[in-house]
């Protein structure tokens, strides 16, 4: 007979001793024995290692109490200042040339423009509206318990330390740090759920101008011939493209890994999740395990402030997200009044474009507030937009107006509460039908019984091949289907808006109007592998590849070499291919693969690379009037044997210095390989780097050229050159941009003047489930718990995450009670 696997249970020692610890600093000790049928009276924050919150309550609201203190506890001056930008406050208390980061980049605009961008939104009382809704479009009546509890315990732990009791230097005393409202997490759970689009189109969306009607007049009396129309449409598209490839390149990203039971050793089904979100502000993740006993118990990470887990894993399932190839919005060319144009043009009759007035506070530069107003313009389809990525749509003949497919969505707090309590994958992806709030990320996960799960079910506009077929421009087209192709970059629809029956239609199967039916959107369950690397389904596992609408992305193109890496990783160790012993994945050896820190780039382009430089005659390359000797470089990398960008590793950073200048914004196909991409062969073309072309031996000067000015020897261990400042201690950090092929992908810039790094590796977690017993994870969070320098919870995991080392999670009561580090808050 088999035997009933093992759940967490918790013990009532443990409530016993948590009962007394009113201090908040109680140890508790003890065995741990015997099941209880409720948790605690009072929300009750367990700390473990490396300060990492298990909060357990008998309520919804108890248990986002719990997590509003922890949370503003490690990080109150990170989330006092997100609820400053979506209440459209930065120019107030921080000027108005100040920059933002309201989107997935780092200062990405200005305070004043974030400001009046999300000015509207409240104008528009776009999340009051959604708020009265029943769900699925409004909030289940768990997600507003949790919120009502965590706007208290946020609030609870600012009245403790009062705005000048805050250790956090970056907020002490700080006019702006003020109690929260309800609504106040409900905007920012709204902001995160749109910034798929404030990135590409905030500025426009704020900048938008009616032109004056003798200039729109003397533009409609001249029209441009079709050739000259048709070269103005190629050169928006590839401008646009561009801007939109390099954005992505530098911006959020992930890989994620859902290994099914053929592919595992000794277990049943085991995921990788590996995001690569920004290092500081509001994108931020934080760690914690949320437990109410009967209905939830979720161990993992969030966007910080948002009281769930966004990714992680309960007793049966673990899953993750990667960003995809969905554009959450579209554009419709209105063709306007050359007389006035505020009117355009729909099936046959002029339109008015509805104006509004936005105001907001700025502070001036003797200190003193005034105001600044804007005019914004609308159309039936959306606002009308200046610009797409920082590239010119000008509003002349013709205007620009957006649909956000996710302007009406706070459907995920639904989505993910229901992730947090899921069975299977299955019952993931009947969640994710069921409440399509996923906002531009793919869904991977893996569970219990041994089956891993690819899915891009999300809020997708409802853009089948047919309907852009009829309705897109000739710019829609090229950027649609990108026949000026670069690798993630989604397709960006651009419809004709004098036909009102080219906006999105309604799908009665869609949980809300203009989305793409969801069964229509792709998924994959497998025994073996399923994984995604920001490619779009199509090779979710390359033996079964997936088709789709052109919407969510491409087929049948090249993949970038992040996505060959994974693919080659997982394949690989399954078969037992890769040197390691044995066949299958077991935690130790996935956790080896992806720190392991090898370059894909490196493995096809290397050799090519050293053959380049040794057979430069005399080792001379002019580089913009500068006649450099790479002769040094040629033994440095040809020394580099392991490929990898381990902190040990030498030639590694003259590598990236030469291959970011090779291939950065470019597509794989587009660099001078011999062989070129074949579509049935996708994960081992293209191949052999040439080494002649006159491109590799002028990247290579210019990365030597660029080394040697800064001062860095061609040689230089990664360890002395790729490292951050935590509290004046250098810390370094291990992998490489994405272009490099590495899974572990880290972004070095600028911070405040300062190395950093802005992207990359941040919550990783690795769990892996047998058919009994607790599920077994690991992970670390790369940039630590908390923002504040005063913490000791600062950098500790990023001095773990240097040394390729790991945090044993702590999920059960059990372990929980164990851990020597333990202290206990009782918020009573």
Request: hydrophobic share 40%; charged share 20%; proline share 7%.
């Amino acid at each position: 007979m088999a035997r009933r696997r093992a759940r967490a249970r918790l013990p009532i020692a443990v409530m016993a001793a948590v009962a007394v610890a009113v201090t908040g600093t109680t140890a508790l000790t003890g065995p741990p024995a015997g099941p209880a049928a409720a948790g605690p009276d009072k929300p009750t924050i367990r700390y473990t290692e490396y300060g990492i919150p298990h909060i357990i309550a008998s309520t919804w609201e108890g248990l986002g109490t719990g997590y509003g203190y922890a949370a503003a506890k490690d990080n109150i001056c990170t989330l006092a200042d997100t609820y400053v930008m979506v209440n459209a406050q930065r120019s107030r208390y921080f000027g108005p040339d100040g920059k933002a980061s309201p989107g997935q980049s780092q200062n990405s605009t200005t305070n004043l423009n974030s400001d009046l961008y999300f000015q509207r939104v409240n104008d528009d009382r776009v999340v009051e509206r959604l708020l009265a809704q029943p769900a699925p479009n409004g909030p289940e009546p768990e997600v507003k318990e949790a919120i009502r509890g965590y706007v208290q315990g946020y609030n609870r732990y600012l009245a403790e330390t009062g705005v000048d009791g805050i250790t956090d230097p970056a907020c002490r005393g700080a006019a702006w740090v003020r109690p929260l409202t309800e609504l106040d997490v409900y905007r920012h759970a709204h902001a995160e759920i749109i910034m798929g689009t404030a990135d590409p189109l905030l500025d426009g969306l704020v900048t938008a101008a009616p032109p004056g009607a003798a200039a729109s007049a003397a533009a409609a009396a001249k029209p441009p011939t079709a050739a000259r129309r048709a070269q103005d449409a190629r050169e928006t598209a590839r401008k646009i493209r561009d801007a939109m490839a390099a954005s992505r390149r530098d911006g959020l990203g992930s890989n994620a890994l859902a290994v099914g039971s053929q592919g595992v050793s000794g277990g049943t089904g085991m995921l990788l999740a590996n995001p690569h979100f920004p290092w500081q502000g509001k994108n931020r993740m934080w760690q914690s395990q949320l437990t109410i006993p009967g209905q939830v118990n979720v161990s993992g990470a969030s966007l910080l402030g948002l009281p769930a887990v966004n990714i992680g894993h309960n007793d049966d399932v673990a899953w993750t997200h990667t960003v995809a190839t969905v554009a959450p919005f579209g554009l419709f060319d209105v063709q306007v009044d050359p007389f006035n144009p505020t009117s355009y043009l729909v099936d046959g009759a002029w339109e008015k474009m509805t104006s509004q007035r936005v105001t907001v506070q700025v502070r001036n530069a003797d200190g003193s507030l005034g105001t600044v107003s804007r005019t914004l313009w609308s159309t039936r389809y959306g606002p009308v937009t200046a610009s797409v990525q920082g590239i010119a749509l000008p509003w002349v003949v013709s205007a620009h107006a957006v649909r956000d497919v996710n302007r009406d969505n706070l459907r995920a707090l639904n989505t993910w509460f229901h992730l947090d309590r899921a069975k299977d994958v299955r019952d993931v992806v009947n969640t994710l039908e069921t409440t399509q709030g996923v906002p531009f990320f793919n869904t991977i996960a893996a569970d219990r019984k041994g089956d891993a799960l690819y899915a891009d079910i999300q809020a997708t506009p409802n853009i089948t091949d047919e309907h852009a077929a009829s309705c897109l421009t000739e710019t829609g087209k090229l950027l649609f289907h990108q026949t000026l192709r670069l690798p993630n970059v989604p397709p960006i629809s651009i419809f004709d808006g004098k036909r009102a029956a080219c906006d999105w239609p309604d799908d009665p199967n869609a949980v809300a109007p203009g989305l793409l039916d969801p069964r229509k959107q792709p998924r994959l369950i497998r025994s073996d592998f399923v994984g995604n690397a920001n490619d779009s389904a199509w090779l979710a596992n390359p033996e079964e590849p997936l088709s789709f609408p052109r919407v969510m992305g491409d087929t049948g193109a090249p993949r970038s070499l992040r996505t060959q890496e994974l693919i080659l990783t997982a394949r690989n160790r399954i078969d037992g291919n890769d040197g390691l012993p044995g066949r299958g994945f077991t935690p130790e050896n996935m956790r080896a693969l992806l720190f392991a820190d090898n370059s894909r780039a490196a493995d096809l382009a290397l050799n090519a690379t050293v053959k380049a430089c040794q057979d430069t005659p005399f080792g001379l390359v002019l580089v913009d009037g500068n006649l450099v000797n790479i002769s040094e470089a040629c033994p440095v990398l040809a020394a580099w044997k392991s490929h990898d960008f381990t902190l040990d590793s030498r030639g590694s950073w003259l590598f990236e210095n030469y291959w970011y200048r090779l291939a950065g914004g470019k597509g794989v196909e587009a660099l001078p390989w011999k062989v070129p991409f074949d579509p049935k062969d996708p994960v081992h073309t293209p191949n052999s780097l040439d080494p002649g072309n006159n491109a590799v031996r002028d990247s290579l000067a210019r990365a030597v050229l660029a080394m040697r000015q800064a001062g860095i020897p061609l040689n230089a261990a990664l360890s002395d050159v790729q490292k951050v400042t935590r509290n004046g201690e250098g810390i370094p950090i291990h992998g490489a941009v994405h272009e490099l092929g590495v899974l572990n992908v880290v972004t070095p810039g600028q911070v405040n003047g300062v190395f950093d790094i802005t992207f990359g590796s941040s919550f990783i977690q690795q769990v892996a489930f047998t058919a009994e017993g607790p599920p077994r994870a690991s992970s670390v969070l790369a940039y630590s718990q908390s923002a504040d320098p005063t913490s000791p919870h600062y950098a500790d995991q990023t001095r773990l995450f240097s040394a390729g080392q790991w945090v044993t999670e702590r999920y059960t009561e059990e372990q929980i009670a164990a851990s020597p580090a333990l202290r206990t808050k009782i918020l009573d």
